[in-house]
């Protein structure tokens, strides 16, 4: 008999069920990373930046000033003053044009690998969540041949337990809930990804192009055991230029020795014209304890990125090390399963099955139930293996290192 939960779940289900299903690639996937929102602001900033270089005039400041004496207009005074930039401050306030430029990319950069992150842990998720799906529907064929010899039993009244038939029935009703909760779980990730690459139909992933198990080991032990392809460290170089370079351009700028050059209009004692024309220079005389202050917030800054720089490639190399050990571990615990497996196999399968099934048909499920508990037991492993695996292309900076490359393939 149907239940009404399950009614519910086919009738949200349904369409994906009856219309036809877009495969998706896990390339497809990583590759449209490029293209989400958060990254293309980014894109936008550049291409402003480009079209738009900032650079210091020549000429930074031309004032005209005129005033009048007694309100006589033939007493009228008129002056205009300049001040002019010098090449050594043109040639810093490009280079720190230039180190803006460069931190707007490495932070694209470092956007897209926090989304590259997350597709991954994405695919996994919908993969493992697949594979636990398949292992729940064993476990239902289980518990229901158990059922079925239950009621058989309970009817016969022959070695009945009710204890173990109310267990069972428990048991089964909580695995439906599982696998209904799986399901779900699935189609929703299937919508996330749908909404990611903006498609309106219907997707699938294909996730049967995955990397083995015995493979993923072997790239795990290949992997750099250092961080320095971390955009996080080119990010943070970055930020460490343009301190440079705002320190030498606020040298440059509080070293300027001339100030400004004007030309006065007298136009009062009714001299000749050359007479009523006059020049003025101003010369800055550079104070060093005046602009300190601007200069050591600057050096602070510096020192303080350089020290995120130290810690992360000190942490990240040590989270490295840690990740690469605990992937060994559990491939040991993951061979030594399947090995247990394989021994309470080859144990059980020289027994009759027919002796077997006459005597104690609940017996032999219980040595598969028993086997598909271990079975878990590995899957739930494996699933911490490629967690990790993921991880250390992530501390490693691989994961979004151009052109993208998809280490989840075979």
């Known amino acids: 008999m149907i239940k009404f939960w399950q009614i519910i779940?086919?009738?949200?289900?349904?369409?994906?069920?009856?219309?036809?299903?877009?495969?998706?690639?896990?390339?497809?996937?990583?590759?449209?990373?490029?293209?989400?929102?958060?990254?293309?602001?980014?894109?936008?900033?550049?291409?402003?930046?480009?079209?738009?270089?900032?650079?210091?005039?020549?000429?930074?400041?031309?004032?005209?000033?005129?005033?009048?004496?007694?309100?006589?207009?033939?007493?009228?005074?008129?002056?205009?003053?300049?001040?002019?930039?010098?090449?050594?401050?043109?040639?810093?306030?490009?280079?720190?044009?230039?180190?803006?430029?460069?931190?707007?990319?490495?932070?694209?950069?470092?956007?897209?690998h926090a989304e590259l992150e997350n597709r991954y842990s994405t695919v996994l998720e919908y993969y493992f969540a697949g594979q636990e799906l398949n292992w729940c529907q064993k476990q239902k064929i289980i518990l229901n041949d158990k059922l079925s010899i239950l009621q058989k039993m309970a009817q016969l009244s022959t070695n009945f337990n009710l204890n173990?038939?109310?267990?069972?029935?428990?048991?089964?009703?909580?695995?439906?809930?599982?696998?209904l909760?799986?399901?779900?779980?699935?189609?929703?990730?299937?919508?996330?990804?749908?909404?990611?690459?903006?498609?309106?139909?219907?997707?699938?992933?294909?996730?049967?192009?995955?990397?083995?198990?015995?493979?993923?080991?072997?790239?795990?032990?290949?992997?750099?055991?250092?961080?320095?392809q971390h955009p996080y460290i080119n990010e943070r170089m970055a930020r460490i230029e343009q301190h440079m370079a705002e320190f030498k351009l606020e040298e440059a700028e509080n070293g300027r020795i001339l100030d400004f050059v004007q030309l006065r209009y007298g136009g009062r004692d009714n001299l000749e014209l050359y007479q009523e024309f006059s020049v003025g220079v101003g010369f800055n005389i550079p104070l060093k304890k005046t602009i300190q202050a601007n200069l050591n917030e600057i050096k602070l800054d510096k020192l303080d990125d350089r020290e995120k720089l130290k810690n992360f490639e000190y942490y990240c190399q040590q989270e490295i090390q840690f990740a690469k050990q605990e992937a060994q571990l559990l491939w040991q615990q993951y061979q030594l399963l399947l090995q247990q497996n394989?021994?309470?196999?080859?144990?059980?399968?020289?027994?009759?099955?027919?002796?077997?099934?006459?005597?104690?048909?609940?017996?032999?499920?219980?040595?598969?139930?028993?086997?598909?508990?271990?079975?878990?037991?590995?899957?739930?492993?494996?699933?911490?293996?490629?967690?990790?695996?993921?991880?250390?292309?992530?501390?490693?900076?691989?994961?979004?290192?151009?052109?993208?490359?998809?280490?989840?393939?075979?």
Request: charged letters at 25%; glycine letters at 0%; a negative charge.
């Open 9 to 112: 779940f086919l009738i949200f289900t349904f369409p994906y069920l009856v219309f036809a299903q877009t495969s998706i690639t896990i390339e497809d996937y990583l590759q449209a990373s490029s293209n989400t929102p958060n990254l293309e602001i980014y894109t936008t900033k550049l291409n402003f930046l480009e079209n738009n270089p900032y650079e210091i005039p020549k000429v930074e400041e031309l004032e005209f000033r005129t005033e009048t004496s007694r309100f006589d207009w033939k007493r009228q005074e008129f002056l205009v003053r300049s001040s002019f930039s010098t090449k050594k401050e043109r040639n810093q306030q490009n280079q720190l044009f230039e180190t803006q430029k460069a931190i707007l990319q490495n932070e694209q950069q470092l956007t897209l």
């Open 164 to 179: 173990e038939y109310i267990k069972t029935e428990e048991t089964l009703h909580n695995l439906d809930q599982k696998i």
């Open 181 to 228: 909760q799986l399901q779900q779980k699935e189609i929703r990730i299937l919508q996330q990804i749908q909404f990611a690459l903006e498609r309106p139909e219907i997707i699938q992933l294909d996730t049967n192009q995955i990397i083995s198990i015995e493979n993923l080991i072997t790239k795990i032990e290949t992997l750099p055991d250092s961080c320095q």
């Open 342 to 410: 394989a021994d309470s196999q080859a144990r059980y399968s020289s027994l009759e099955y027919e002796t077997l099934g006459t005597q104690n048909p609940l017996a032999l499920l219980e040595i598969e139930e028993n086997l598909l508990r271990r079975s878990l037991a590995t899957l739930e492993i494996k699933e911490n293996i490629y967690e990790i695996y993921v991880d250390l292309l992530q501390l490693t900076g691989l994961m979004s290192q151009l052109p993208l490359v998809n280490y989840l393939r075979e």
